[in-house]
């Protein structure tokens, strides 16, 4: 799967940089994990993914860190 | 996760930093409470709205923006659940305060401002420059508790911003500022029907952001929570520590919490506000290298947030107020193991960041004050202005997200 690191970007670019790497994926890719070190976007990305039909599963991976795999669903 | 130990206890090193944390917070008060001044009274109270800040992850900035970039209501839930909390408050103080309205006394403290096109300009301003800067002065104050480098930059780029507004004020103040009426909804409509004037507003925006809501076809999904505790004692206590300190608190109940200190700050002192305190730093300094403005006409005699001459010394009331912010949030996300420096990766960020700073900060020296002054603290204060305010910021806020969503 493609990684996309965007730690150490604040609201609102950690899910706009998202929204556009998941519009760039092509069919075949199953998904995209998405890393993160802000909080907040652990509320904004997951709706977004929904509506581009992709699940999500966040994961801590160190203090503060995250990890958001998004997978497409189907 | 590394570990340390305390007093033979093996714990989270992110958990003894908010144990060290806090003792200082608490050794501060220990410090403060005798000089008097209140200086003790606004650092605790600074404290508890940078816990809940950070705790509930509130952000003007975003309950504005995400209406337009995401169609997104979630954040302006949370502001709306704070402005009905505190109404009702307010007005129980003001109401004590003149019970007669209609005899043109405005309550002292209360943020009725003047009403002009300074108020316009300064909302819309304030607006845009929030959403560029990614927070707006609470939220960027809250970040810097939580090591965001940017935030730090963005409160840089307010000061700056506040010591443009200093040298213009006069000009601001012939122009608009000092003919602007002060427009207090009682005065006109008496006290009750101005506090149900202001929850049917409430209202209306609630449902009409439920209605944006529901035509963006984007289901509200609640936060995984933590799995279910079981029976055991100390791993119901776990849970419930975890929900507390380590989970975001859902946002209307941080809504409320910041509602509920407006209030009782206001009961004891005066509404939560801070500009004017962020423009006595910088002018009080200018003044200090005698290169100050000089006078502010018909400043000192506005409530609220506007711009503060800075020749009282050093320590005030208020001082403490933003520094218990900084410390509260620091604190709260010590305990959450969210505390980290960090810095952008993109140096274009920061000076996206201190742009966004400058902009905010003239917007809130001539709008007198920011989303909290001349917003949160302003409606329930029953002024006109606090509306008028409202719409620009969301204009504001609207051309932000168009650039920055290009």
Redesign the interface.
């Known amino acids: 799967m493609q990684r996309l690191d965007v ?7 950690p ?2 940089r998202t929204v556009q790497a998941l519009r760039k994926l092509t069919p075949r890719d199953e998904g995209l994990v998405v890393v993160t ?4 976007c ?3 990305i ?3 993914a ?2 581009l039909g992709f699940s999500t599963t ?1 994961t801590e991976t160190g ?2 860190e995250w990890t958001l795999t998004l997978v497409r669903e189907r | ?1 590394r570990h340390v130990m305390v007093l033979g206890y093996q714990v ?1 090193r ?1 958990t003894a930093l908010g144990i060290i944390a806090s003792l200082g917070a608490i050794a501060a008060l220990v410090v403060l409470a005798p000089l008097g001044g209140d200086f003790a009274r606004f650092w605790v109270f600074g404290l508890a709205f940078g816990i809940v800040l950070q705790r509930s ?1 509130f ?1 003007f ?2 309950a504005f ?2 209406l337009f ?2 169609q ?1 209501g ?1 954040g302006m839930r949370g502001v709306l659940a704070g402005l009905a909390i505190a109404t009702p408050g307010f007005a129980i103080v003001m109401s004590n305060q003149i019970p007669n309205p209609t005899l043109g006394m405005l309550p002292p403290d209360a943020n009725i401002l003047p009403l002009g096109i300074h108020t316009v300009v300064g909302g819309v301003i304030f607006g845009l420059g929030m959403v560029l800067a ?2 707006c002065a609470s939220g960027s104050i809250s ?1 810097m508790g939580e090591g ?1 480098v ?1 935030s730090w930059v963005a409160l840089g780029g307010m000061l700056i911003g506040l010591l443009g507004v200093a040298y213009t004020w006069n000009w601001w103040w012939d122009i608009s500022i000092g003919r602007g009426a002060r427009i207090w909804l009682p005065a006109y409509i008496g006290h009750g029907a101005s506090i149900a004037v202001t929850f049917a507003a409430l209202a209306g925006m609630y449902l009409a952001t439920v209605w944006w809501e529901s035509r963006s ?5 609640p ?2 929570l933590p799995a279910a505790p079981g029976v055991d004692m100390a791993a119901r206590l776990r849970h419930v520590a975890q929900l507390v300190f380590v989970r ?1 608190w859902p946002i209307a109940i941080g809504g409320a919490a910041l509602g509920l200190l407006n209030v009782l700050l206001y009961a004891g002192a005066h509404p939560w506000g801070f500009t004017g305190e962020l423009s006595r730093w910088v002018i009080g300094a200018a003044n200090a290298l005698q290169i100050g403005p000089g006078t502010l006409t018909g400043a000192d005699e506005l409530p609220g947030c506007a711009l503060e001459l800075g020749d009282g010394g050093v320590l005030h009331h208020m001082l403490f107020l933003v520094l218990g912010m900084i410390g509260g949030s620091f604190i709260a996300a010590a305990f ?5 420096i ?4 993109q140096p274009a ?1 920061q000076l996206q960041a201190l742009g966004g700073g400058i902009a905010m900060g003239y917007g809130a020296g001539i709008g007198l004050g920011c989303t909290i002054g001349a917003f949160f603290s302003a409606i329930p204060s029953l002024g006109l202005n606090g509306w008028v305010f409202a719409g620009c910021l969301a204009c504001g806020a609207w051309l932000g997200s168009r650039i ?2 290009r």
């Open positions: 730690r150490g970007e604040i609201c609102p670019y899910m706009l070190d802000h909080a907040p652990l509320e904004t997951p709706p977004q929904t509506r966040i203090t503060p | 996760m989270p992110h992850r952000c900035t975003s923006r995400d970039l995401l997104d979630r990614g927070g970040r965001y940017a076809g984007l289901a509200p999904q936060p995984a975001g959450a193991g969210e505390f980290r960090r810095v952008p990766r960020r920055i969503a």
